[in-house]
């Protein structure tokens, strides 16, 4: 059956590293049909919309999404990405490899993140002048939603369990409500899990990373722990990310626009290579996504690499090493 695949590489490296992704996936021949849209400040310029309906449309009704980056209009371009996708689940990976200076080289960890609710539900008002109000919202549905993808994510690639991180022990209605859904749901399907707070996770994951595994946890401390993640293990250039909804997925590298080296042809291209082969992986193409995976990660540690890891190779040259050790 072939997949549509939507590409939306939007502003500065987005447009380098976007196509370099595309390159690799078909090196590897899948059934893929790639239809290309625009999104972002360039597209706003240009038609006064950061993200046509055309491309909201395609995001909702192709396969998959592989989405490059925004740069001011970000916001306006990914949340509605997101909600294209009717993505519940942000999926992080943090991966320290071979060969790349990381503050903890031990350091394995996948974040699954609830994306839709918390904090980021969009409830702010300022009453006063004085006075800014937040409302938090938790549903059971998300929670139960976020936990039974975990349940099969973590029996599907051999985990042993995952744990919960929340700060229910403050915010007892809403992360009481969500520890209690998603244990609820990990314990009806025998997955074991473990509970930590989010802010004792984060010096315990700083000093000793491998006591975790996989994180499920609320959006705000899903995007700020993967994030202390991510500097662990050795910056944004090399993180992959995938939003995965029931019937479709969009996958992104972490980074953004990179406006600093955007244009000189020097980005580095492995967190879009591995959103893609994250996004080979969502389509069962599994043994192709074990390819990419053993081929960025042979190229990270013998090189070439860009300049961001200390050397002087082009996206270009980067994206055909990959290619070869395929
Ligand atoms: P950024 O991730 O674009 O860049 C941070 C630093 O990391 C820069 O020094 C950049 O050169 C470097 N970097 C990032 N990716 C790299 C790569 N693949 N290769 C080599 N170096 C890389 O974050 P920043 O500077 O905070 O934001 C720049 C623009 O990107 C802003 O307009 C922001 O709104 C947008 N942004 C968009 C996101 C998205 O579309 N999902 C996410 C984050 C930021
Ligand atoms: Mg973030």
């Known amino acids: ?190 997955v074991e899990t473990d509970q930590v707070l989010m802010d004792a996770f984060a010096t315990r994951v700083c000093l000793d990373p491998e006591q975790f595994d996989v994180v499920v946890c609320p959006n705000l401390a899903g995007d700020v722990l993967s994030d202390l993640a991510a500097g662990l293990v050795g910056g944004l250039g090399l993180l992959p990310s995938a939003n995965i909804g029931p019937d479709r997925a969009l996958f992104e590298p972490v980074h953004g626009t990179a406006p600093d080296i955007a244009g000189e042809g020097v980005a580095n291209p492995a967190a879009t290579i591995i959103s893609a082969a994250m996004l080979l992986e969502y389509l069962g193409y599994d043994d192709e996504s074990d390819r990419v995976h053993t081929a960025v990660e042979a190229t990270l540690e013998d090189g070439p690499r860009t300049p961001d890891l200390g050397g002087d190779a082009s996206t270009v040259d980067v994206t055909a090493a990959i290619i070869d050790r395929l």
């Open 1 to 190: 059956m072939t997949h549509e695949i939507a590409v939306i590489p939007g502003d500065g490296i987005g447009q380098e590293v976007t196509p370099a992704a595309v390159e690799v996936l078909e090196a590897l021949e899948p059934d893929f049909a790639f239809v290309e849209a625009e999104a972002g400040d360039a597209v706003k310029d240009e038609t006064g919309e950061a993200l046509p309906q055309e491309t909201y449309d395609l995001a909702a009704s192709a396969d998959a999404t592989l989405f490059g980056a925004a740069g001011d209009t970000a916001a306006d371009v990914i949340l509605p990405l997101r909600e294209a996708v009717d993505s519940f689940v942000n999926v992080r990976p943090a991966k320290a490899y071979p060969g790349i200076d990381a503050v903890r080289p031990e350091t394995d960890l996948i974040f699954l993140r609830e994306n839709t609710e918390g904090v980021y539900a969009g409830h702010e008002d300022r009453l006063t002048q004085d006075v800014s109000t937040l409302t938090r919202v938790v549903t059971e549905s998300a929670s139960e939603r976020l936990a039974e993808f975990a349940c099969d994510y973590v029996a599907g690639d051999d985990h042993d369990g995952f744990s919960i991180v929340h700060k229910a022990n403050v915010m007892r209605e809403t992360d009481g409500l969500f520890r209690d859904t998603v244990k609820g749901v990990a314990d009806e399907n025998g």
